[in-house]
């Protein structure tokens, strides 16, 4: 996969995405088509001020294809909503948005995800690892879905992201 920075954009192209994918920051503007989802997940002004990521994923002709929230733990980065639009799911948004955060933040980043055997194989594909829960079974897998640190013992905070 490449990355062409331009204009506040960073275009990721490649084989693991579908069609080019520009992933920007959120603006104000983006805020009632974010929370127009169909899980009914919100973000608030509020959130999206103490934000450490929030993110939407755009085709070449600037339409918004989906977005991910990551909010900043201290010793860790929680993604905590990951949305693509049913008509855009299976081209790559997805995998786009967690590329780039993965680049831009070298600390561990934990799903705050629903254990669900669907989703299970998802976020494995897209890069995260799973470590059982106590409770962990085959069709109810629990724990911990998460990408560990780049560089283990690194703080969270923005000033020591890679760049």
């Known amino acids: 996969m490449t990355a062409r ?8 192209e490649g084989e693991d ?3 080019p994918v ?3 920051e959120a603006t104000a503007a983006d805020r009632a088509w974010i929370n127009s989802n169909d899980r009914d997940w919100t973000v608030t002004d509020q959130d999206m001020a103490y934000a450490l990521a929030l993110n939407v994923a755009t085709d070449e002709h600037g339409v918004r294809l989906g977005w991910m929230y990551v909010v900043d733990m201290l010793d860790h980065a929680v993604l905590m909503y990951l949305y693509v639009e049913p008509q855009h799911r299976g081209r790559g948004a997805a995998r786009a948005l967690v ?6 933040y070298a600390g561990e980043i934990t799903v705050a995800w629903d254990p669900d055997t669907d989703l299970f194989d998802m976020w494995q594909r897209l890069g995260f690892q799973h470590q059982p829960g106590e409770h962990d079974r085959p069709t109810e897998p629990t724990g911990k879905m ?7 013992g690194a703080p969270s905070d923005p000033e020591h992201r890679d760049r």
């Open 5 to 12: 920075p331009m204009a506040g954009l960073t275009w990721l």
């Open 146 to 152: 998460f990408r560990p640190a780049r560089n283990p």
């Open 22 to 24: 520009a992933i920007r």
């Open 99 to 104: 590329k780039h955060l993965f680049a831009d």
């Open 17 to 19: 995405t579908r069609m």
